[in-house]
Every structure is written in C-alpha cells, then in structure tokens.
C-alpha cells in the first residue's frame, strides 16, 4: 500500500477580498476559492474529488502525486485571522508584541507587506498560546 503524501497549500486573500488556495508543488494545479478560507477549503476539496473522479471515469490511472494525498494548509495573515476568526486581534497583538493597529492591517489585507521579524513574532506567539492551551486542565 502506497503511503500518503502531503503537499502544501496556500492560502491567501485576494486583493478583490476573497480566499485563493493553490498547490504550488504539484504537476497538477489545484485551486479553491470563496469569500471565506472555509469556503475556499471546500471549493479546493471539492476540486480535489473532480481531478480524481476525472481520471477514474475515463478508465485512466490516478497520477502518482494525487493517491491517497493529504494536505497541510498555510496561511497568509489575514487567511489565518479570517479562519481562526474567534481570536481576539488587539488582545493578540499584545501578547506577540506588535502594534494591535498594524496587526488589524496585515487582518484586513490591507498591508501586504510584513517583514519576516514580525511573521516570527506572530508564529511563536500562535505557539506559545497553543502548547498552553494543549496543557489546559478542568476540574470537576
């Protein structure tokens, strides 16, 4: 049995407000859209099943690259506030160190560029928060 194999897919807002998917290290493109990143997942999974199923209903093998494949989703900044939407942005900007303000610009899309220093500071806080969260414990 063959195993799985992952491949990336990015997730970024459109200048147009809308979520775009794409494969960028697949022979075969695959893409998603919607004006969520939900909506996008769906459209990209659903593309997924149409590429397959076009191989399969003209009796043709499935490509070496599609079978069994999975995906591990990346996100530009406001894809991940836009799917994670219950994170509070102000509070979060505090915790990581960055000006809330500008924080609610790389949200909006509204300011494409962020330098790699502040990404860091984002996804180590994204960490912080999740191993705490992975150790929470209630009591009866």
């Given at each position: 049995m063959k195993a799985k194999r992952s491949a990336t897919a990015l997730i970024e807002k459109g200048k147009d407000g809308t979520f775009g998917i794409f494969t960028p290290e697949l022979k075969h493109s695959i893409i998603g859209e919607g004006a969520t990143v939900i909506e996008a997942k769906e459209d990209f999974q659903n593309s997924v099943v149409e590429i397959i199923a076009s191989y399969t209903g003209e009796g043709k093998e499935v490509p070496d690259e599609l079978k069994g494949i999975t995906f591990e989703y990346k996100y530009d900044i406001a894809s991940f506030f836009d799917y994670y939407d219950?994170?509070?942005?102000?509070?979060?900007?505090?915790?990581?160190?960055?000006?809330?303000?500008?924080?609610?610009?790389?949200?909006?899309?509204?300011?494409?560029?962020?330098?790699?220093t502040q990404m860091k500071k984002i996804e180590s806080a994204l960490h912080e928060v999740g191993n705490e969260l992975s150790n929470v414990q209630f009591i009866v």
């Amino acid at each position: 049995m063959k195993a799985k194999r992952s491949a990336t897919a990015l997730i970024e807002k459109g200048k147009d407000g809308t979520f775009g998917i794409f494969t960028p290290e697949l022979k075969h493109s695959i893409i998603g859209e919607g004006a969520t990143v939900i909506e996008a997942k769906e459209d990209f999974q659903n593309s997924v099943v149409e590429i397959i199923a076009s191989y399969t209903g003209e009796g043709k093998e499935v490509p070496d690259e599609l079978k069994g494949i999975t995906f591990e989703y990346k996100y530009d900044i406001a894809s991940f506030f836009d799917y994670y939407d219950f994170i509070n942005v102000s509070k979060f900007a505090e915790r990581a160190g960055i000006n809330p303000s500008l924080l609610r610009q790389y949200k909006s899309g509204s300011t494409k560029y962020i330098s790699e220093t502040q990404m860091k500071k984002i996804e180590s806080a994204l960490h912080e928060v999740g191993n705490e969260l992975s150790n929470v414990q209630f009591i009866v």
